[in-house]
């Protein structure tokens, strides 16, 4: 299986930045895509960016122009690059592979999050 942790959550000012990670370990070749999702308190989970294997990107319309999504596929690792940070981005953040063999077929995988607060 895929397990995912992530890392580099802070407390940072308004129009700071911060740089998140994923790491992934066990089957990680198994991988396809992967994705940050967030979630605030009272809100429901969304998609923040996501990479396809293809390293094809898709943002959400909130963070455009102020998040890079990246991935190094020989560390296993999956990046976030926040800037200009705002209130509203104030949530656990969390990481999402996509994972496929014969053996198992489709499997999705999540962190445990890391918490982001942005606040002056």
């Known amino acids: 299986q895929v397990h995912l942790v992530e890392s580099g959550g802070d407390l940072v000012q308004p129009g700071g930045s911060l740089r998140l990670s994923c790491a992934a370990s066990g089957s990680t070749f198994t991988i396809t895509d992967m994705a940050w999702y967030r979630q605030a308190p009272g809100k429901e989970r969304e998609l923040v960016a996501a990479t396809k294997n293809g390293d094809a990107t898709d943002y959400a319309d909130s963070v455009k122009g102020r998040f890079t999504i990246s991935r190094d596929k020989a560390l296993d690792r999956l990046y976030l690059l926040m800037n200009n940070l705002k209130f509203e981005d104030t949530a656990v953040y969390y990481c999402?592979?996509?994972?496929?063999?014969?053996?198992?077929?489709?499997?999705?995988?999540w962190g445990q999050g890391t918490q982001v607060t942005v606040s002056s």
């Open positions: 999402n592979a996509h994972s496929y063999n014969t053996g198992w077929g489709r499997v999705e995988h």
